[in-house]
Protein backbone atom coordinates (compact mmCIF):
# COMPACT_ATOMS: atom_id res chain seq x y z
CA UNK A 1 0.00 0.00 0.00
CA UNK A 2 1.76 3.36 -1.14
CA UNK A 3 1.84 6.05 1.70
CA UNK A 4 -0.36 8.77 0.29
CA UNK A 5 -2.81 7.67 -2.38
CA UNK A 6 -4.91 9.65 -5.11
CA UNK A 7 -6.90 9.20 -7.87
CA UNK A 8 -5.14 9.81 -11.02
CA UNK A 9 -8.23 11.60 -12.78
CA UNK A 10 -8.61 13.17 -15.04
CA UNK A 11 -11.29 14.71 -13.20
CA UNK A 12 -13.48 16.91 -15.70
CA UNK A 13 -16.07 19.38 -14.38
CA UNK A 14 -17.92 22.18 -15.96
CA UNK A 15 -16.89 26.12 -15.04
CA UNK A 16 -18.85 27.10 -12.06
CA UNK A 17 -18.40 23.76 -10.80
CA UNK A 18 -17.54 21.99 -7.58
CA UNK A 19 -14.07 20.20 -7.96
CA UNK A 20 -13.93 17.24 -5.45
CA UNK A 21 -10.02 15.75 -4.44
CA UNK A 22 -9.59 12.88 -2.44
CA UNK A 23 -6.87 11.59 -0.81
CA UNK A 24 -6.09 8.86 1.61
CA UNK A 25 -2.79 7.72 3.74
CA UNK A 26 -1.11 5.47 5.87
CA UNK A 27 0.53 6.82 8.55
CA UNK A 28 -1.90 7.14 11.78
CA UNK A 29 0.53 9.76 13.50
CA UNK A 30 0.83 11.90 10.79
CA UNK A 31 -0.48 15.46 11.72
CA UNK A 32 0.25 17.86 8.52
CA UNK A 33 -1.00 17.78 5.69
CA UNK A 34 -1.47 19.95 2.00
CA UNK A 35 -2.27 20.64 -1.32
CA UNK A 36 -0.24 21.57 -4.12
CA UNK A 37 -1.24 23.03 -7.41
CA UNK A 38 0.95 22.16 -10.21
CA UNK A 39 0.81 23.76 -14.00
CA UNK A 40 2.29 21.69 -16.80
CA UNK A 41 5.89 21.88 -17.05
CA UNK A 42 5.73 24.60 -13.60
CA UNK A 43 6.87 23.62 -10.16
CA UNK A 44 4.63 22.98 -7.48
CA UNK A 45 3.04 25.51 -5.60
CA UNK A 46 1.30 25.20 -1.98
CA UNK A 47 -2.35 26.41 -1.69
CA UNK A 48 -3.50 24.87 1.09
CA UNK A 49 -2.32 23.20 4.37
CA UNK A 50 -4.64 21.68 6.98
CA UNK A 51 -3.14 20.03 10.35
CA UNK A 52 -6.81 19.83 12.57
CA UNK A 53 -9.66 17.45 11.91
CA UNK A 54 -12.70 19.44 10.01
CA UNK A 55 -12.59 22.21 7.45
CA UNK A 56 -10.24 24.81 6.37
CA UNK A 57 -11.65 27.60 4.12
CA UNK A 58 -9.21 29.82 1.84
CA UNK A 59 -11.14 31.54 -1.15
CA UNK A 60 -12.74 29.26 -3.41
CA UNK A 61 -10.46 25.90 -1.39
CA UNK A 62 -11.79 24.38 0.93
CA UNK A 63 -9.71 21.06 2.65
CA UNK A 64 -11.47 18.67 4.98
CA UNK A 65 -9.44 16.32 7.04
CA UNK A 66 -10.56 13.10 8.61
CA UNK A 67 -7.74 11.62 11.06
CA UNK A 68 -10.03 8.78 12.47
CA UNK A 69 -10.51 7.58 8.57
CA UNK A 70 -7.20 8.97 6.91
CA UNK A 71 -8.67 11.19 4.45
CA UNK A 72 -7.86 14.46 3.36
CA UNK A 73 -9.59 15.96 0.54
CA UNK A 74 -9.69 19.36 -0.94
CA UNK A 75 -12.91 20.95 -2.58
CA UNK A 76 -12.82 23.77 -5.38
CA UNK A 77 -15.56 26.01 -5.99
CA UNK A 78 -17.02 27.72 -8.72
CA UNK A 79 -14.33 26.01 -10.93
CA UNK A 80 -12.48 27.96 -13.20
CA UNK A 81 -10.52 26.99 -16.16
CA UNK A 82 -7.78 28.40 -14.84
CA UNK A 83 -7.51 25.99 -12.18
CA UNK A 84 -6.79 23.17 -14.85
CA UNK A 85 -3.69 21.68 -13.27
CA UNK A 86 -2.69 18.68 -11.14
CA UNK A 87 -2.97 18.53 -7.71
CA UNK A 88 -0.74 16.78 -4.86
CA UNK A 89 -1.68 15.62 -1.93
CA UNK A 90 1.16 15.98 0.56
CA UNK A 91 1.22 14.31 4.03
CA UNK A 92 4.06 14.75 6.76
CA UNK A 93 5.89 11.58 7.73
CA UNK A 94 8.04 12.22 11.08
CA UNK A 95 11.02 10.72 11.72
CA UNK A 96 12.59 11.54 15.01
CA UNK A 97 12.71 15.12 15.30
CA UNK A 98 12.56 15.80 11.69
CA UNK A 99 9.83 15.21 8.81
CA UNK A 100 9.47 14.53 5.12
CA UNK A 101 6.67 15.27 2.79
CA UNK A 102 5.26 12.05 0.93
CA UNK A 103 3.52 12.90 -2.23
CA UNK A 104 0.67 10.96 -3.73
CA UNK A 105 0.33 10.86 -7.40
CA UNK A 106 -1.38 13.78 -8.19
CA UNK A 107 -4.95 14.22 -9.38
CA UNK A 108 -5.31 15.99 -12.59
CA UNK A 109 -8.55 18.45 -13.02
CA UNK A 110 -10.01 19.73 -15.98
CA UNK A 111 -11.86 22.74 -15.42
CA UNK A 112 -14.15 23.19 -19.47
CA UNK A 113 -15.76 26.35 -20.19
CA UNK B 1 13.78 37.08 -3.45
CA UNK B 2 14.90 34.57 -5.55
CA UNK B 3 13.24 31.35 -3.26
CA UNK B 4 15.07 28.31 -4.27
CA UNK B 5 17.13 28.05 -7.48
CA UNK B 6 18.18 24.85 -8.94
CA UNK B 7 20.93 24.77 -11.95
CA UNK B 8 21.24 23.60 -14.48
CA UNK B 9 17.28 23.98 -15.66
CA UNK B 10 18.12 21.07 -18.73
CA UNK B 11 20.84 18.69 -19.30
CA UNK B 12 21.44 15.66 -21.23
CA UNK B 13 23.90 13.26 -20.09
CA UNK B 14 25.46 9.79 -22.15
CA UNK B 15 24.90 6.92 -20.00
CA UNK B 16 27.77 6.40 -17.74
CA UNK B 17 28.33 9.93 -17.10
CA UNK B 18 28.27 12.00 -14.03
CA UNK B 19 26.69 15.26 -12.85
CA UNK B 20 25.87 17.17 -9.93
CA UNK B 21 22.47 19.18 -9.97
CA UNK B 22 22.86 22.28 -7.67
CA UNK B 23 20.21 23.74 -5.09
CA UNK B 24 20.32 27.03 -3.15
CA UNK B 25 17.66 28.55 -0.45
CA UNK B 26 18.15 32.16 0.50
CA UNK B 27 15.27 31.79 2.86
CA UNK B 28 17.15 31.19 6.22
CA UNK B 29 15.32 27.64 5.84
CA UNK B 30 17.22 24.95 7.85
CA UNK B 31 15.56 21.64 5.79
CA UNK B 32 16.31 20.99 2.04
CA UNK B 33 14.43 18.11 0.11
CA UNK B 34 15.99 16.39 -3.01
CA UNK B 35 12.69 15.12 -5.21
CA UNK B 36 12.27 12.85 -8.63
CA UNK B 37 9.35 13.50 -10.77
CA UNK B 38 8.38 10.94 -13.52
CA UNK B 39 4.92 10.94 -15.19
CA UNK B 40 1.82 9.33 -13.56
CA UNK B 41 4.44 8.72 -10.00
CA UNK B 42 4.01 12.28 -8.41
CA UNK B 43 6.89 13.79 -6.39
CA UNK B 44 9.78 10.80 -4.83
CA UNK B 45 11.80 11.97 -2.26
CA UNK B 46 15.55 11.19 -2.69
CA UNK B 47 17.62 12.26 0.35
CA UNK B 48 16.89 15.04 2.38
CA UNK B 49 18.79 17.35 5.04
CA UNK B 50 16.77 18.66 8.36
CA UNK B 51 19.64 20.45 8.89
CA UNK B 52 23.40 21.51 8.30
CA UNK B 53 25.18 18.73 8.51
CA UNK B 54 23.05 15.92 8.10
CA UNK B 55 21.42 13.81 5.25
CA UNK B 56 19.31 11.11 5.11
CA UNK B 57 17.85 8.49 2.68
CA UNK B 58 14.33 9.18 1.40
CA UNK B 59 11.69 6.79 -1.17
CA UNK B 60 14.21 6.28 -4.16
CA UNK B 61 18.37 7.11 -3.17
CA UNK B 62 19.64 4.40 -4.84
CA UNK B 63 22.56 5.48 -7.65
CA UNK B 64 22.34 9.31 -5.69
CA UNK B 65 24.47 11.25 -3.38
CA UNK B 66 23.76 14.44 -1.51
CA UNK B 67 25.90 16.86 -0.03
CA UNK B 68 24.51 20.03 2.64
CA UNK B 69 27.50 22.20 1.92
CA UNK B 70 26.29 24.82 4.12
CA UNK B 71 22.88 25.94 5.44
CA UNK B 72 22.12 27.22 1.86
CA UNK B 73 23.27 24.58 -0.27
CA UNK B 74 22.34 21.25 -0.70
CA UNK B 75 23.66 19.55 -4.18
CA UNK B 76 22.12 16.16 -5.74
CA UNK B 77 25.45 14.04 -7.50
CA UNK B 78 24.54 11.41 -9.82
CA UNK B 79 28.20 9.20 -10.11
CA UNK B 80 27.34 6.91 -13.35
CA UNK B 81 23.45 8.36 -14.77
CA UNK B 82 21.34 5.53 -16.07
CA UNK B 83 18.53 6.17 -18.58
CA UNK B 84 15.88 5.25 -15.43
CA UNK B 85 17.67 8.12 -13.96
CA UNK B 86 16.06 10.70 -16.52
CA UNK B 87 13.42 12.64 -14.89
CA UNK B 88 12.34 16.23 -13.52
CA UNK B 89 14.77 17.05 -10.31
CA UNK B 90 12.95 19.39 -7.93
CA UNK B 91 14.64 21.18 -4.74
CA UNK B 92 12.86 22.45 -1.83
CA UNK B 93 13.26 24.05 1.54
CA UNK B 94 11.54 24.12 4.32
CA UNK B 95 11.32 26.37 7.70
CA UNK B 96 11.95 23.94 10.33
CA UNK B 97 13.39 20.89 10.48
CA UNK B 98 9.84 18.58 11.36
CA UNK B 99 8.43 19.44 8.04
CA UNK B 100 5.24 20.75 9.91
CA UNK B 101 5.48 23.56 7.18
CA UNK B 102 4.45 23.33 3.47
CA UNK B 103 8.35 23.10 0.75
CA UNK B 104 8.84 26.11 -1.38
CA UNK B 105 10.24 24.41 -4.36
CA UNK B 106 12.88 25.04 -7.10
CA UNK B 107 11.69 25.15 -10.95
CA UNK B 108 13.11 21.41 -11.65
CA UNK B 109 15.53 20.16 -13.51
CA UNK B 110 14.66 18.03 -17.02
CA UNK B 111 17.52 15.50 -17.00
CA UNK B 112 17.69 13.20 -20.12
CA UNK B 113 19.91 10.28 -19.96
CA UNK B 114 20.20 8.45 -23.39
Known amino acids: QKEVEQNSGPLSVPEGAIASLNCTYS??????FFWYRQYSGKSPELIMS????GDKEDGRFTAQLNKASQYVSLLIRDSQPSDSATYLC?????????????FGQGTTLQVKP | NAGVTQTPKFQVLKTGQSMTLQCAQD?????MYWYRQDPGMGLRLIYY???????DKGEVPNGYNVSRLNKREFSLRLESAAPSQTSVYFC?????????????FGSGTRLTVV
Open chain 2, 92 to 104: ASSGLGTGNYGYT
Open chain 1, 90 to 102: AVNIASGNTGKLI
Open chain 1, 27 to 32: DRVSQS
Open chain 2, 27 to 31: MNHNS
Open chain 1, 50 to 53: IYSN
Open chain 2, 49 to 55: SASEGTT
